[in-house]
């Protein structure tokens, strides 16, 4: 009886519950790439900004979003 309560209780949990409780490890791997995704591509528009293809506004937004 014990695994089949454990069992709904897999089913019904969401990803991000059981990924911190079962695979932290991965977790931390995703968020650091997340991380290192946003930096780059603000980057990304930072260049663009400084070639004068993109305004400061579209900048700024843009860069708000991502964070």
């Known amino acids: 009886m ?8 897999f089913l ?3 990803k991000r ?3 911190y409780k ?3 490890e991965f977790s931390v791997q995703q968020h650091t790439y997340f991380t290192n995704s946003s930096s780059e591509e603000i980057e990304k528009l ?3 900004k400084m070639k ?3 305004s400061e506004e579209e ?3 843009k860069k ?3 964070l």
């Open 2 to 9: 014990c695994l089949f309560i454990d069992f709904i209780v």
């Open 12 to 14: 019904v949990m969401d």
């Open 17 to 19: 519950t059981f990924d």
């Open 22 to 24: 079962y695979n932290k």
């Open 46 to 48: 930072y260049n663009l």
């Open 52 to 54: 004068g293809i993109i």
């Open 59 to 61: 900048f700024n937004r």
């Open 64 to 66: 708000r979003e991502l």
